[in-house]
Every structure is written in structure tokens, then in C-alpha cells.
């Protein structure tokens, strides 16, 4: 069942020249970080026209940014003639590289709590109840997963009376399905979630930080030509082959824009052999405007035949200083501190494992739903014993292992000891599984036979 007319009513306000000033944001930048110490952070109002009874409410517009997360405008409108009153959050940022979809497994009370960031070009199915929301059928909201159940009930709510005038039978059918999702808010029993979102700017809270989240999958994925299209990108054209370079020995350049503040900034590309292992292509940003810095490596080969995993037994100081290649399809995991990072979080990295450490100890510790007023005295618990841990592993006060599980085989640590075997490292090839080849666009590649019934006949 689809909930396309699960619409709201028109937008929140439709701004109308008014004499009433703005209240326009403090001085700075223009989206400034979320903070409630912030007192210089104060909405732009705006007098509009109410779409419950046409008369003037109130908009409020406050731009702001969610540390390591996005550029937000979040709306709110009030009228107080009728009492009709609206939020919605638009993303103000830049439409990431890569689609993302949450899968969501909802057991208990607590997951309808969960923080949930919802743009309008993203899908929300609950397959238990074949029901689906399509993408840009709503506004974008900051809730959580009972704030959306409850706002699909709503939406499905508002023209029933219509319904039971004109359509009785279809009325009736609707009636029994709000009851199903009614039901679904008392958690009776386990249903699944899924938001998929083609921009990559949807998010769903992980309650459980550092630790892995059992109940939650996050995949990353190639976005679609119609997806694309959707989206108003413009699909690049295919590029003429160039003549064969050697380009081992240049540092390529091109332009490009700052993830930051989008000024014009250049990234440098190197093609480099690490011995002992392949060539590969690291990719560094300096933006002069903002003092922006980034770089990312891609494998310079093609997907090796086995997967790779390599469990490393940190034991003393100086193993912070091997240098690390992290894949985008690598996932990290460290045992003793139950902890387990994902595929394509951080990116493909050129660094030391000192690096990649310190990496994952910023991506914890300023996780915005783990700070301030989002925070819970469990998680701050947690997440001190966490970065506690860490410290000692970092100044070599506590021995832990370290594992990188790279289902491309594209992942790399260090062996000091090469060409012999190093006696803390040890690195296994296995066959992969056939969703590791599905998440990997394997299993729909065909490399032999493809030219088969290509040729038209004549």
C-alpha cells in the first residue's frame, strides 16, 4: 500500500511582503554549528500566509550545521488564529556521492525513539505491511521512528471523511490499515524499517555508539541513471581515451569544488607503488578559501580473486608508526573494545594505524546524537570508558587486536619484517560470500562470453 496521499496540506507558510522586520541570524558564518550555548543563533522570522485559514502566521528559518553530519534549514510555522502549526528540515548541503539505505529492525519501545533525519528524496517501506512512502510525497522532517509512523497515519487520516462520502469500501480498507500501524507503535511484535535515500543525506540514529549496532544496516550504494535523473544530476558523458601516459612519476591536477564552503580549490592525484602489495591512487584536497584538508585513496587494481583479512596483535608503541591502507570496502574491527566500523565510513585511507586510531576516536567521541541534550547518561558512560580504552591502546598501556576485513582484498597493513612473516600479523584469503559479491556489483558482471547475441542482424 502506497502513502503518496499522505501529504500535508500545502507548505508550512507562503512568505507575503510584510512591514514586520526579520529577525536575521548573529554574525558569522552563515550556517554556524548547532549549539544551545550559541546565543547569537537566533531564527529569522518571517510573517506568512496560513494555508489552514488564510491569514498571517509566523515562519521561523534557522540555518545551521550538525557537527560531521550536514548543512541544515530547519522550518517551522505557527498561526495563531487557528492554531495550525508545521516543521519540516531540508538539507542544505550537497547531495553526497553515494545513495544510503538504513534497514532498520524494530524489537522494542526503545528503537520508536530513535533519531531519524528524513529528506524528501527518501523512500520509507515497512515490508511487514507491504506499505510504502514514496520519495517527495513528504517534506523533510527531523523525528524519529514513531514521529514517522505517526505521521503516515495522519497523512492517511486526513481525507478519510471524503473517503466514506464517495468511497466507502475503500474507506473501510484504509481504516483497517491504520489500525495495522497503530498497532505497529506498541511494538508487538518485531517489524522492519527501511529507508532508502538516493542523495545519501538521510540518517538513522545508532543508540549504541561506539559499539555496533545490531539492529541496523547501513548500506551504501551506486546511485541509478533514474535515479540520477531524479535528482536533476547531470549524467557525465563517456570521455575519449586518452593516449597511454606513463603516470607513475606525475602528480596530476584538476579542479574541483571544497566539501567545506564550495569555493574552487584543486586536487592532486598520485599513482603509487606500496611495496610488498600494489599500486595505488591517492587523491589530496587543499582548499585555500577555509584551510580545508582531505585525502582519499582508491585502489589502482581491479578486485582481487579472494578477500582479505588481516588480524594484527598491537603489543608495543612503535606499531602505531605501520603505515595503513584502508579501502572503502574494509571494515575495521577492534575485539577488545567491541567495536566494529563499516564499510565505506572514513573513506579510503593512506595513513599509520596512530592515524587510523585517532580517526575512529573523532568519529566516536562527536557523534552529535552522543553529545549534549541528545545524550543519555548511559551513552556518556559508554563513551568515556570507550576513549579511555582507546588512549591506553594509542600510548601503548593495553594490547589489543586490530582486524581489517576487505572483501575487494584491496586493504593493506605494514609488515616490518617483509619479505619474512611478521609474528603479530596474521593475514587470511577466503572465498567471499555471495552477498559480499552482491555488495560489490560482482555477481551481475560478466567478463567472458558478453559479446554473445550483441551483433544485430542484418
Not at 522494542?108 to 520509507?124: G, I, L, P, Y
Not at 551506486?222 to 593516449?243: D, S, V, Y
Not at 595503513?324 to 570496502?329: N, V
Amino acid at each position: 500500500m502506497s502513502a503518496s496521499g499522505a501529504v500535508e496540506p500545502g507548505p508550512p507558510g507562503v512568505a507575503a511582503p510584510s512591514p514586520a522586520a526579520a529577525r536575521a541570524p548573529g554574525p558569522g558564518h552563515l550556517f554556524r554549528p548547532f549549539s544551545a550555548e550559541d546565543e547569537e543563533q537566533q531564527p529569522t522570522e518571517i510573517e506568512s500566509l496560513c494555508m489552514n485559514c488564510y491569514r498571517n502566521g509566523i515562519t521561523r528559518l534557522l540555518l545551521t550545521k550538525i557537527p560531521f553530519f550536514r548543512e541544515i534549514i530547519v522550518s517551522s510555522f505557527s498561526c495563531e488564529h487557528c492554531g495550525w502549526n508545521n516543521t519540516e528540515i531540508q538539507s542544505a548541503g550537497r547531495i553526497q556521492d553515494q545513495g544510503v539505505r538504513y534497514t532498520l529492525t524494530v524489537r522494542a519501545q526503545e528503537d520508536m525513539n530513535r533519531e531519524v533525519v528524513k529528506t524528501d528524496s527518501a523512500t520509507t517501506r515497512i515490508p511487514e505491511l507491504d506499505f510504502e512512502i514514496p520519495a517527495f510525497s513528504q517534506k523533510g522532517a527531523l523525528t524519529t521512528v514513531e514521529g514517522l509512523i505517526s505521521r503516515a497515519i495522519s497523512g492517511l487520516e486526513q481525507d478519510q471523511p471524503t473517503r466514506r462520502a464517495n468511497e466507502e469500501a475503500m474507506a473501510e480498507s484504509i481504516d483497517e490499515f491504520i489500525v495495522k500501524l497503530k498497532e505497529l507503535k506498541q511494538v508487538a511484535s518485531p517489524f522492519t524499517l527501511i529507508i532508502d535515500d538516493p542523495s545519501g543525506n538521510s540518517f538513522v540514529e545508532n543508540p549504541h555508539a561506539p559499539r555496533k549496532d545490531d539492529a541496523l544496516v547501513i548500506t551504501h550504494y551506486n546511485r541509478t541513471q533514474q535515479q540520477e535523473e531524479i535528482l536533476g544530476l547531470q549524467a557525465e558523458a563517456p570521455e575519449e581515451k586518452p593516449e597511454e601516459e606513463d603516470l607513475r612519476n606525475e602528480v596530476l591536477q584538476f579542479n574541483t569544488n571544497c566539501p567545506e564552503c564550495n569555493a574552487p580549490a584543486q586536487t592532486n592525484m598520485k599513482l603509487v607503488q606500496i611495496p610488498h602489495f600494489k599500486e595505488v591512487i591517492i587523491m589530496a584536497t587543499n582548499c585555500e578559501n577555509c584551510g580545508h584538508r582531505t585525502n582519499e585513496v582508491k585502489s589502482g587494481g581491479a578486485v582481487e580473486p579472494l578477500g582479505t583479512k588481516i588480524t594484527f596483535h598491537i603489543t608495543d608503541p612503535s606499531d602505531m608508526t605501520r603505515d595503513l591502507l584502508k579501502s572503502e570496502t574494509c571494515s575495521v574491527e577492534i575485539p577488545e573494545l567491541e567495536f566494529e566500523l563499516g564499510m565505506a565510513v572514513l573513506g579510503g585511507k593512506f595513513t599509520t594505524l596512530e592515524g587510523m586510531l585517532k580517526d575512529i576516536r573523532e568519529l566516536v567521541t562527536k557523534n552529535p546524537f552522543t553529545l549534549g541534550d541528545s545524550s543519555n547518561p548511559g551513552q556518556t558512560e559508554k563513551l568515556q570508558e570507550f576513549s579511555q580504552k582507546l588512549d591506553q591502546i594509542l600510548d601503548g598501556d593495553m594490547k589489543a587486536h586490530f582486524v581489517m576485513d576487505d572483501p575487494a582484498g584491496n586493504s593493506y597493513l605494514q609488515n616490518v619484517y617483509a619479505p619474512e612473516d611478521d609474528p603479530e600479523m596474521k593475514v587470511e584469503h577466503y572465498k567471499r560470500t555471495f552477498d559480499q559479491n552482491e555488495e560489490l556489483g560482482l555477481n551481475d558482471m560478466k567478463t567472458e562470453g558478453y559479446e554473445t547475441g550483441l551483433a544485430s542482424p542484418r
